[in-house]
């Protein structure tokens, strides 16, 4: 097995950051798919701002602690894991590696972290839960046939899932220009295999200036559904019900109220309201609105150790992380993937030690500086 921080090469190039796996996944990928990746929604200011929110804060490191040991291992809704960065659901893992999400989610557990899988992913449920050795979460868009929605419950609790991620931040999908310019479509041998015939047809066949994607997303997301339904949605199973796209304190609150065990503060990484306020800047809010038992992450531009441990400092119990991992499985599968996640967790545990905190509940705002200067 390759060792986690050993560093991935390409054409003879080292690859050590988020970036440099970009750099390496751009020239390998199809533009309409790196465009469809990497892009946002509108003028992309929200896409931009998630990243400019983790720089405009500085650390304010303790010194002479002992951090001989610093571990970052926690659990996430009671699930151990070695650290607290996930996966972010991300639709059609089979655009970027032939083997797609169970090579995702090996890469996840060889690293002990939590994965969240697509409703829109480009292999099942049950295959991604046979490949699994972290802990596995369903996100769900719920879709105006409520049927598929239910059945496709029973499915995540059959395989072992642990717990339904509800993204409730895209009742329709924003204009992405970059896929309206590319007539961004599926090839031919993608599909949403978690979804019936009648939920799947019409996502090939591309055309310039619209994207199948959005048109499906119009057909089939339930624009209607609110809090009422999520009622229903929470008597229908007993697994931890997650919501996703949460980025003010009265939808936390209720949420809570309706006995919604976690909550993620997201904009869809920039890809969905765009102007929207960044999801950093929105966590203290969030936080201060749940009872602690409610377990608050937080997803959007965390490229970095340094920038989980500004998230976790805010409040956050765990962070997701979305198109680093996508372009690491685009230049070397499984392995590829794993790496940017080891990567990731060498830098938290570098973090840790270099700001006195050997433990996480070490972590707090006095470690963090606003910095009006970094913008
Ligand atoms: C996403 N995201 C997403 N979210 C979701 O709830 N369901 C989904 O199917 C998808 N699909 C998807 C596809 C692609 C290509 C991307 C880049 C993103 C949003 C995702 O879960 C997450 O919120 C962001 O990607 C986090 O931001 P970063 O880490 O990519 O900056």
């Known amino acids: 097995a390759r060792a986690g921080r050993e560093p991935g090469t390409d054409a003879g190039e080292v690859l050590l950051s988020p970036e440099d796996y970009e750099t390496a996944a751009r020239a390998r ?13 509108g003028d992309e200011v929200t896409l931009r701002g998630e990243r400019a929110a983790y720089d405009r804060y500085r650390l304010r490191p303790r010194t002479l602690v002992d951090v001989s040991h610093c ?16 996966v972010a659901p991300m639709a059609y893992h089979r655009l970027v590696d ?12 060889a690293v002990g972290a939590l994965t969240v899988t697509s409703t829109f992913a480009s292999r099942t449920i049950e295959e991604t839960a ?7 979460w369903l996100q769900l868009y719920v879709l105006r046939e409520r049927k598929v929605t239910e059945s496709l419950v029973r499915r995540a609790e059959a395989a072992g899932y642990r717990a339904l991620v509800i993204t409730v931040d895209a009742p329709r999908m924003a204009r992405r220009e970059r896929d309206l310019r590319n007539g961004f479509s599926l090839p031919p041998h993608i599909r949403p295999v978690n979804l019936d015939d009648g939920q799947s047809g019409g996502l090939h066949g591309s055309r310039a200036g ?13 624009a209607a559904f609110t809090w009422q339904d999520l009622a229903w949605l929470r008597s229908l199973t007993s697994l931890p019900l997650v919501l996703k796209g949460v980025l003010t304190g009265q939808d936390a609150r209720q949420a809570a109220e309706l006995g919604v065990e976690g909550l993620i503060v997201s904009t869809h990484g920039g890809r969905q309201l765009d102007g929207a306020i960044a999801a950093l800047d929105a966590l203290p809010e969030v936080v201060a609105a749940v009872p602690e038992t409610c377990e608050v992450l937080v997803d959007g531009g965390i490229r970095r ?18 198109r680093p991992v996508l372009w690491g499985l685009a230049v070397d599968g ?15 545990t570098d ?10 509940d070490a972590i707090a705002p006095d470690l963090l500086h606003l910095s009006p200067a970094a913008t």
């Open 29 to 41: 990928l199809d533009r309409a798919v790196y465009d469809f990746i990497a892009g946002g929604s």
């Open 71 to 86: 571990d970052p291992g926690t659990t996430l809704l009671g699930s151990p894991v070695s650290f607290p960065v996930g």
């Open 98 to 109: 032939a083997e797609g999400e169970t090579a995702t989610v090996r890469a996840a557990g």
């Open 130 to 136: 046979r490949a699994a050795s972290g802990p596995l």
């Open 210 to 222: 619209s994207s199948t994607l959005a048109e499906h997303a119009a057909r089939h997301h339930d």
């Open 305 to 322: 150790g340094t920038d989980v441990l500004k998230a976790l400092a805010l409040g956050a119990r765990g962070v997701l992380v979305g």
């Open 334 to 348: 499984a392995a590829g993937a794993e790496r940017v996640l080891a990567t990731l967790r060498a830098e938290l």
């Open 351 to 360: 973090a840790m030690a270099l700001t006195g905190r050997p433990a996480l």
